[in-house]
T-cell receptor, first 114, second 113 residues
Framework: AQKITQTQPGMFVQEKEAVTLDCTYD???????LFWYKQPSSGEMIFLIY??????QNATEGRYSLNFQKARKSANLVISASQLGDSAMYFC???????????FGAGTTVTVRA | EAGVAQSPRYKIIEKRQSVAFWCNPI?????LYWYQQILGQGPKLLIQ????????DSQLPKDRFSAERLKGVDSTLKIQPAKLEDSAVYLC???????????FGPGTRLTVL
């Protein structure tokens, strides 16, 4: 079974600063994928970034980067230069190699202050 | 490229009534997913289709929920009869094939009174 843990229910960040969202996971699958999604108040889940378990380098997508520490089973999301539009719920998710469903964490709410 | 479309966006019904949700995936995406997201939680998979065949429906409450994907494109999810605990956002997602990134629609927010 796969389990995703997000321990930060809510975070505040000042505009233009960086914020790190924590995500730890548990799986016995040797091959897996880790995802981060953003969910604004409108409800849509927006794909942000992906990291494969065998990828040697940490994934980056614009202002988003994933700090992948395989031995510690963590996949933290870093948002640099925060903008007001970054205020949303952020979900960490995992996909195994045997099935393709995503297992989600409980999410972290980010509020960016001007 | 058009994203995943869902309708309706909002629905309010009374318990024991029936309701249906519609999803149109991204063009060419073979895999379609329905997730249920209860307030304050992450989404949970209800059912996964590969083309028009069911791959995983282990978490679908089959006594009241049903889903179909005719012709391997559009999909409908039905609840009959609805219970209070079915109040949630129902998200549809699609991927090019099973192992690819899933892209989500805007969701349908269901309130059961």
């Amino acid at each position: 079974a796969q389990k995703i843990t997000q321990t930060q229910p809510g975070m505040f960040v000042q505009e233009k600063e960086a914020v790190t969202l924590d995500c730890t996971y548990d799986t016995s699958d040797p091959s897996y994928g880790l995802f981060w999604y953003k969910q604004p108040s409108s409800g849509e889940m927006i794909f942000l970034i992906y990291q494969g378990s065998y990828d040697q380098q940490n994934a980056t997508e614009g202002r988003y980067s994933l700090n992948f520490q395989k031995a510690r089973k963590s996949a933290n999301l870093v948002i640099s230069a925060s903008q007001l539009g970054d205020s949303a719920m952020y979900f960490c998710a995992m996909r195994g190699s045997n099935d393709y469903k995503l297992s989600f964490g409980a999410g972290t709410t980010v509020t960016v202050r001007a | 490229e058009a994203g995943v479309a869902q309708s309706p966006r909002y629905k309010i019904i009374e318990k024991r009534q029936s309701v249906a949700f519609w999803c149109n995936p991204i063009s060419g995406h073979a895999t379609l997913y329905w997730y249920q997201q209860i307030l304050g939680q992450g989404p949970k998979l209800l059912i996964q289709f590969q083309n028009n065949g069911v791959v995983d429906d282990s978490q679908l409450p089959k006594d009241r929920f049903s889903a179909e994907r005719l012709k391997g494109v559009d999909s409908t999810l039905k609840i009959q009869p609805a219970k209070l605990e079915d109040s949630a956002v129902y998200l549809c997602a699609s991927s090019l094939k099973g192992a690819d990134t899933q892209y989500f629609g805007p969701g349908t927010r269901l309130t059961v009174l």
